[in-house]
């Protein structure tokens, strides 16, 4: 996931003109996208290690979920209040605050103890990141002048293809190979360095710029944001291990008013102050456009996970083979993510409505090859590279499309809430995928210990066992599995699980419930870009980008800034 080259949080032209040093900018520029692919490698990287985690740290199913959602979920809450502290204080000190405070977030994951320790380093990490990523684009819009600003942007994207692409390898590599005997922990060392190297580059090649506009930070709108995402994800994410007490069902019906105490709250505080652009949410096209971000953005991570489920824990993949199998993901992303970027303007509503149907398609055929309990490599090779094909179509342009009804003196709001929004989706989308999967590994239990029962008598009685011996060794089947398939930790096994011939039947059945628990919910993310799919006519349509959001505007008596940045 990454934002938009048109998606800065910021409003660089207020800030003074671009370049503003002398010397040329092509150094600054190398400086800041190591930040970027920094942080969009952390993502990626991470997500495909998870369970190698689990088992080093003696971690359950939702502390492994934890693991890559609390960095969303800490990234989503400070975005747009970092996009703010950096017109406020200074784009250079607030980036070099961000990347000081992300590498030594990075360092307290590689060392920590328990999976705690690891989850509060990784809120950290996505907080401080929110802190370093919007002066990205800010940033690298102040140091080249816009007839030089293509060739920039084609960098940046490049550079966070390479990340998306390098993601999933890497991690597995790091996971899998043990590298200096550090294991997973190397998945968060490798940003220590690179961390150094920007910092001191920062230091010397970046210039300095800040808003010359007056505007406020509003700590009370960032702590009621804060809660409502941790009203909804805490629940999604903790409730199953919980046991669903009331209090958690109680948070996420209380999400409601918070969110509607949030919109008084950003009304009242008037432009200068508001976090979140709340008139914007008056536009049909937004607000069908916001819908669509949660839903795909919530569907990418409830499509990843249970596949890194089923290949690591369910059939024993290391974490390198994983990565490989979705590095068609990406490839697809990026072949078709280039042909849609040119074409949007004209038939981007087109491309992707195709996206839409290609991925919803592609994700309903895995679902069926994720329910062999014997998943191929190549099988599952290409049914990832057929969605990421799908993604392609989506993903690169799907922002803007958004932002197209959007005013253009709201664009960089606009931009910042859209991205936002993408971050606590991501959040959000593994928790409830969580619920999904685990739910159904769990009621499927005993049905799959029952089908391997003849295999198992058949065995047991060609070796001579008596018939009281069979009949232990098929409760005992029966018992291991039910116990395992509703545990909350994968990697600790009961002590009256058998071993020998039922052992082997165990495994089968434990096989059998992870492929059917990942074909069942991969149905969740096909019905969300089906929905997508639907709301798709409600954008605007290409060619009008902020045109009728502007006339809206201009019959309310609203001022249009001109020359105001476009998402």
């Not at 990340?163 to 890497?170: D, M, N």
């Not at 094909?389 to 664009?411: E, F, K, Q, S, T």
């Not at 082997?504 to 074909?519: L, P």
Request: proline share 7%; hydrophobic share 55%.
């Amino acid at each position: 996931m990454s934002t938009t080259p048109g998606s800065s949080l910021a409003d660089p032209a207020t800030a003074g003109p671009a370049g503003t040093a002398e010397r040329s900018p092509w150094p600054a520029l190398l400086v800041i996208l190591f930040a970027a692919f920094m942080d969009m490698l952390d993502l990626n990287i991470a997500a495909v290690a998870t369970p190698a985690i689990q088992r080093s740290l003696h971690a359950g199913y939702a502390a492994g979920q934890w693991f890559v959602a609390s960095y969303a979920l800490s990234f989503a809450v400070f975005l747009i209040p970092g996009g703010r502290l950096g017109d406020m204080y200074g784009r250079k000190r607030v980036f070099m605050t961000g990347v000081a405070g992300f590498t030594l977030a990075s360092a307290a994951c590689a060392l920590a103890p328990t999976a705690g320790v690891l989850i509060a380093a990784r809120l950290l990490q996505g907080g401080f990141g929110a802190l370093m990523v919007p002066q990205v684009l800010a940033v690298l819009q102040l140091l080249f002048a816009p007839n030089r600003r293509g060739a920039a942007f084609a960098a940046y994207g490049s550079v966070m293809n390479l990340a998306q692409l390098a993601g999933p390898v890497l991690g597995g590599f790091l996971a899998t190979d043990n590298l200096l005997g550090l294991g997973w922990r190397a998945v968060f060392l490798i940003n220590v360095p690179i961390g150094v190297l920007v910092l001191i580059g920062t230091s010397l090649l970046l210039p300095e710029s800040r808003s010359d506009r007056p505007l406020r930070p509003d700590p009370v709108g960032i702590l009621l944001v804060a809660l409502l995402a941790a009203l909804v994800v805490y629940p999604l994410q903790q409730g199953r291990a919980a046991g669903w007490p009331t209090w958690m069902l109680l948070a996420l019906v209380g999400a409601l008013p918070v969110a509607a105490l949030i919109a008084w709250h950003q009304h009242r505080s008037g432009p200068e102050r508001a976090l979140i652009p709340v008139a914007l949410f008056r536009t049909r096209s937004f607000t069908a456009g916001m819908v669509q971000l949660l839903l795909v953005y919530s569907a990418l991570l409830s499509l990843q996970m249970p596949v890194i489920w089923e290949t690591q824990i369910g059939l024993g993949w290391s974490a390198l083979r994983t990565g490989c199998a979705m590095v068609g993901w990406v490839l697809g992303t990026c072949l078709f993510g280039v042909p849609a970027v040119a074409l949007a303007p004209r038939i981007g509503r087109a491309l992707l409505a195709c996206g839409c149907v290609v991925v919803a398609a592609a994700t309903l055929l895995l679902s069926e090859v994720a329910g062999r309990s014997e998943l191929g490599f190549w099988p599952l090779f290409g049914c990832l590279t057929a969605i990421g094909c799908g993604l392609g179509l989506i993903a690169p342009i799907l922002i803007n499309l958004v932002l197209g009804g959007v005013p253009r003196r709201d664009a960089g709001s606009g931009a910042g809430l859209a991205n936002a929004a993408v971050y606590l989706a991501s959040a959000a989308g593994i928790g409830l995928i969580g619920l999904v999967f685990f739910a159904r590994l769990g009621t499927g239990g005993a049905a799959n210990a029952r089908a391997q029962e003849p295999a198992l008598r058949a065995v047991l009685t060609a070796q001579g066992a008596s018939v009281a011996t069979t009949d232990a060794a098929v409760a005992d089947l029966r018992d291991c599995v039910v116990a395992r398939t509703k545990a909350l930790d994968p990697y600790q096994s009961p002590a009256h699980c058998p071993g020998g011939a039922a052992g082997n039947a165990v495994q089968a059945a434990m096989r059998a419930g992870f492929a059917d628990s990942t074909s069942h919910s991969l149905r969740y993310p096909a019905g969300a870009f089906l929905l997508v799919l639907l709301l798709t006519p409600l954008l605007p349509r290409p060619g009008a980008e902020g045109g009728q959001a502007d006339r809206e505007s201009a019959d309310r008596g609203d001022p249009v800034a001109a020359g105001s940045p476009r998402g």
